[in-house]
């Protein structure tokens, strides 16, 4: 069974960084595409960054330049790191995995995004940012 624990949420103040873990277990397909996505209270959910099993990336617009995703695939553990935080970021960020064909290879980059529609999701964990 394939789970996925979010970790390293929290408050922090305007222009502050936090890093979130995402620690993946229950597989063992290297052909998967990972994300973070977030919804504020109210919002739809959105994608926040993709990573594709070649360690491609994508970011939403919002973002770039401020969060970087990465993953260790010894260790099964996605991360987020996000700098430089606005009070707009405020949310529950989820972490998400999918190992089918719909996001596999460049369609984890192309699409994975704009299509907040994977397999699998983790719990969530509450970020929050003050002004």
């Known amino acids: 069974q394939v789970m996925l624990v979010e970790s390293g949420g929290g408050s922090v103040q305007a222009g502050g960084s936090l890093r979130l873990s995402c620690a993946a277990s229950g597989y063992t397909s290297s052909r998967n595409c990972m994300g973070w996505f977030r919804q504020a209270p109210g919002k739809e959910r959105e994608g926040v960054a993709v990573?594709?099993?070649?360690?491609?990336?994508s970011y939403a617009d919002s973002v770039k330049g401020r969060f970087t995703i990465s993953q260790d695939n010894a260790k099964n553990i996605l991360y987020l790191q996000m700098n430089s935080l606005k009070p707009e970021d405020t949310a529950m960020y989820y972490c998400?995995?999918?190992?089918?064909?719909?996001?596999?290879?460049?369609?984890?980059?192309?699409?994975?995004?704009?299509?907040?529609?994977?397999?699998?999701w983790g719990q969530g964990t509450q970020v929050t940012v003050s002004s």
């Open positions: 990573i594709d099993s070649f360690g491609g990336t």
């Open positions: 998400a995995a999918d190992l089918g064909p719909r996001f596999r290879g460049h369609l984890c980059r192309l699409l994975g995004l704009a299509i907040p529609d994977f397999g699998y």
